[in-house]
């Protein structure tokens, strides 16, 4: 069945670093991909999304690209900021009613 | 934001005892959701509903009812509540149009079985 797998957390930053979360995904189909974000105490948000192959998404500083030929989604954000502690989740839809979710993957960030 | 609330937001109970969580969505949207959040699990579907009185499960589904009267309330059901029902409970909308493969989610509530 479909899939998606992230690097496990926690991730500990210190502010201005450089973030790489990986994801990869196992769907059939041609999924569209997500990331979602957590902040303490709220529930999921999305931040970005890409629809189909080599698409982009890209909000509040942070980029993801969509690979088709390693199935991958890392989410990446070049200086990152206290303000973006938080759980981070991939996620994919292959159209239908039912989006899957990684396990989550908690960003800490140092001032 | 999508008008999604959740009540209560916070719980208490002991194991045997029925708990009922209610979401309340102001979008009219047709699809509603179900999660639980756990450490090392991320989000499980427990059921979800694709209008009134139309629902079905998800991958967790054992322990759990579910109920839609109307299309803005989806209520979850814990018949006799356990100590591994633990956790936070979130429930989502399905999002419209160019955003239907979008969920939006509402506050969670945190459940704690003693």
């Known amino acids: 069945g479909d899939s998606v797998t992230q690097m496990e957390g926690p991730v500990t930053l210190s502010e201005e670093a450089f973030l790489t979360i990986n994801c990869t995904y196992t769907a059939t189909g041609y999924p569209s991909l997500f990331w979602y974000v957590q902040y303490p105490g709220e529930g999921l948000q999305l931040l970005l999304k890409a629809t189909k192959a080599d698409d982009k998404g890209s909000n509040k500083g942070f980029e993801a690209t969509y690979r088709k030929e390693t199935t991958s989604f890392h989410l990446e954000k070049g200086s990152v900021q206290v303000s973006d502690s938080a759980v981070y989740f991939c996620?994919?839809?292959?159209?239908?009613?039912?989006?899957?979710f990684g396990a989550g993957t908690r960003l800490f960030v140092k001032a | 934001d999508a008008g999604i609330t959740q009540s209560p937001r916070h719980k208490v109970t002991e194991t045997g005892t029925p708990v009922t969580l209610r979401c309340h969505q102001t979008e009219n949207h047709r699809y509603m959701y179900w999660y639980r959040q756990d450490p090392g699990h991320g989000l499980r579907l427990i059921h979800y509903?694709?209008?009134?009185?139309?629902?079905d499960k998800g991958e967790v589904s054992d322990g759990y009812s579910v109920s839609r009267s109307k299309t803005e309330d989806f209520l979850l059901t814990l018949e006799s509540a356990t100590s591994s029902q633990t956790s936070v409970y979130f429930c989502a909308i399905r999002g419209a149009g160019t955003n239907q493969e979008t969920q939006y989610f509402g506050p969670g509530t945190r459940l704690l079985v003693l």
């Open positions: 996620a994919l839809n292959t159209g239908g009613f039912k989006t899957i």
């Open positions: 509903s694709y209008g009134v009185k139309d629902t």
